[in-house]
């Protein structure tokens, strides 16, 4: 069966439950649905008034865990061809379920008296047979009060209760008047979420107001998204599909918004400690130190186990959260508490004979790295690439690990940083031998013969700003990514590669967090012209999505939405606070008492004003003039604030 299509959907989130239907409101199949903890809490949702479905004519979310659906009722009331009778549903969604308050309103000059009725119903479904469209047959469980199967129990509770029947009532509505029930879905069988639920500070004004929409909208969906395990927390990697722990998208989302703080990146990564593989197990592809690529409630796995290891990256990005957390100012005995997986991450990627690469497994995904689809990682003429693949950007990744692995064990006095660092050395002079391509490019993987896969990918650009690359070959990578660059962000494969789609998963695509990951590496080397034409890019981009940037859409043209993205998804809403450490030019290094500033000038954006960066446990607010002078308001003690020259800020308010 196909899986399900949501680009019309309007997705409510409150991890770990996420709320989904069309733009009516009503639950009829598919993937319409609420869900709690990867299962179907409520898959039929479908509201009549006198036995007929309002007509709806307008739909907006109020937040990331709220949406309001208006319809109106043509024949009832008594005023002619205009509509005087409307119902509101207000949908709110929390992380055990949700709530929905539907509101009937009689404009007219009579009084309605009319039969409200709400035709409830659950098929218990894991997230894994939605997606795969094997839940088709359409079996439900009628849904009055409460009812239990398969080890989950869903209650419903309505205020006020029923009095013509099951989720029916007789309504008498007089002129100027309105008529509310508020109906209450749950899963009670569910552990209660213990993270806290905070409002992220973090917000711009802008010239280009669609910046400040932008960094809004990602921060309320980041919000929304934060998911915990005990007291950690992290960032469920993406709704619906992925609203759990993963190893790569939740390091990569935590990282990219580090400017809300370390609270969430400190968490990720303890998370993830905990799990941290032991053994060797080929049915999970669990290995000593290796970092798991993702998590599911036992009653909700699918086809992979419920905890798998099938990743090549998420080990190294592991090491490097670490580093940029503890520069944003984590306590360093937190971070010392996490050396020690450190270094087993370290382990895992010396372990490794030449290259970092992997070998798919009969039992789990095709592809290891984030291109993770099956023809994802393929040849300039259409070719799957065959493995043992080792991936450019994973070597990118490890050469970074293996300098920060480096500078942590050196800065907690503990042996190794020296090892670590020729470890790099070796991987960059192996890489520049191997992977450089005829064209000046970085071949986008070797596969198993050691041959070069010869695509011209957005992979190269996650190797900008790790150390690999020297300055000339980094210039040469960038002038790739130009060509790669569509008008609304860089696709993931050049367009004279004969796989190319734009409406694929990963061979034309545009991934904002790809996007956004290459935009920090293009500041990083000083490909300043070029991160600001990403920049405009990626906000044309974002306004188009009404400023909720999906998983991943189709930028040649319009753009188009990729039919099943995940909206949102994590590491597409952190590409908003990166935007802003972007055009800060931010480079924080509390260890070493000072935060940089090079902002990009002439801005992209105009004048700004960014408020409520969250460094070493203070808040921070920085105002920039179009010609990229910048004025600082708060910020941690302690530190010295200083321009990419090594001089002071010059204007500096406490």
């Known amino acids: 069966m196909a899986q399900p299509y949501l680009h019309e959907h309007v997705t409510c989130v409150a991890a770990p439950a996420t709320w989904l239907s069309g733009p009516s409101g009503q639950l009829r199949g598919g993937a319409d649905g609420l869900y709690v903890d990867d299962r179907r809490v409520l898959s039929r949702l479908v509201v009549t008034v006198g036995g007929a479905e309002p007509v709806p004519i307008q739909v907006s979310r109020t937040g990331a865990a709220s949406a309001r659906f208006t319809a109106v009722l043509p024949g009832l009331g008594d005023d002619g061809p205009d509509p005087t009778v409307t119902l509101e549903r207000h949908r709110l969604t929390g992380p055990r379920g949700g709530t929905e308050t539907i509101t009937l309103a009689n404009r007219s000059h009579a009084t309605l008296i009319v039969d409200v009725a709400v035709a409830a119903g659950t098929d218990f479904a894991t997230m894994g047979a939605v997606k795969d469209g094997s839940t088709a047959d359409g079996s439900t469980v009628d849904l009055h009060d409460a009812v239990e199967a398969t080890g989950m129990r869903v209650s419903v509770e309505a205020s006020p209760p029923p009095d013509a029947g099951p989720l029916r009532w007789r309504v008498t509505v007089a002129p100027r008047s309105s008529w509310s029930v508020t109906l209450r879905f749950s899963r009670t069988d569910a552990a209660t979420t213990t993270g806290a639920r905070t409002a992220s500070p973090l917000r711009v004004e802008a010239d280009d107001r669609r910046l400040d929409a932008l960094v809004r909208t990602g921060v309320e969906d980041l919000d929304a998204l934060r998911h915990s395990d005990g007291e950690d927390v992290y960032y469920a990697a993406g709704s619906p599909w992925y609203l759990t722990l993963f190893g790569r998208d939740s390091l990569w989302a935590a990282r990219l918004a580090l ?184 071949a986008v993987a070797l596969d198993g013969d050691g041959v070069q896969v010869d695509s011209i990918t957005s992979n190269i650009g996650h190797l900008l700003g790790t150390g690999l690359l020297t300055p000339g070959e980094s210039t040469r990578v960038a002038g790739h990514l130009s060509g790669l660059r569509s008008p609304f962000g860089i696709r993931t ?159 500096f308010t406490g």
């Open 259 to 442: 400017p809300l703080g370390t609270d969430v990146a400190a968490g990720t990564l303890r998370t993830l400690a905990r799990r941290q593989g032991t053994r060797h197990d080929p049915d999970t592809d669990e290995e000593p130190g290796k970092i798991l690529h993702e998590v599911r409630p036992a009653d909700a796995a699918h086809w992979l186990p419920p905890v798998y290891y099938g990743t090549v990256d998420a080990t190294a990005l592991f090491v490097s959260t670490a580093a940029d957390a503890y520069r944003w100012g984590m306590p360093a005995a937190q971070v010392e508490a996490l050396l020690p997986h450190i270094e087993r991450a370290l382990a895992w990627l010396a372990g490794h004979e030449g290259f970092i690469a992997y070998q798919s497994s009969t039992k789990g995904l095709a592809n290891h790295g984030w291109k993770d689809s099956g023809d994802g990682v393929q040849h300039a003429d259409g070719r799957i690439a065959k493995g043992p693949l080792a991936l450019c950007e994973v070597q990118g990744y490890a050469y970074r690990a293996a300098v920060d692995g480096a500078w942590l064990l050196e800065s907690f006095g503990r042996a190794g940083a020296a090892g670590w660092r020729n470890f790099a050395a070796g991987l960059a002079e192996r890489f520049r031998a191997e992977f450089w391509c005829p064209g000046g490019y970085p």
């Open 493 to 651: 494969i050049a367009p004279s590669s004969a796989g190319y789609n734009v409406l694929s998963y990963h061979l034309g695509s545009v991934w904002p967090h790809d996007t956004a990951i290459a935009l920090l590496g293009l500041v990083r080397d000083g490909h300043r012209q070029e991160a600001a034409a990403v920049i405009r890019a990626l906000l044309d981009a974002a306004a188009r999505f009404d400023f909720r940037l999906p998983e991943l859409f189709a930028g040649d043209d319009g753009p188009a939405p990729y039919p099943a993205s995940c909206r949102p998804q994590a590491w597409a809403a952190a590409a908003g606070p990166a935007l802003l450490t972007a055009l800060l030019g931010l480079d924080v290094d509390v260890p070493a008492g000072r935060i940089t500033f090079d902002p990009l000038a002439p801005s992209p954006v105009g004048a700004y004003r960014v408020r409520g960066l969250r460094i070493a446990g203070g808040e921070l607010d920085v105002s920039v003039s179009t010609t990229g002078r910048p004025t600082i308001h708060g910020g941690p003690s302690g530190v010295a604030y200083l321009m990419a020259d090594g001089s002071p800020v010059a204007d």
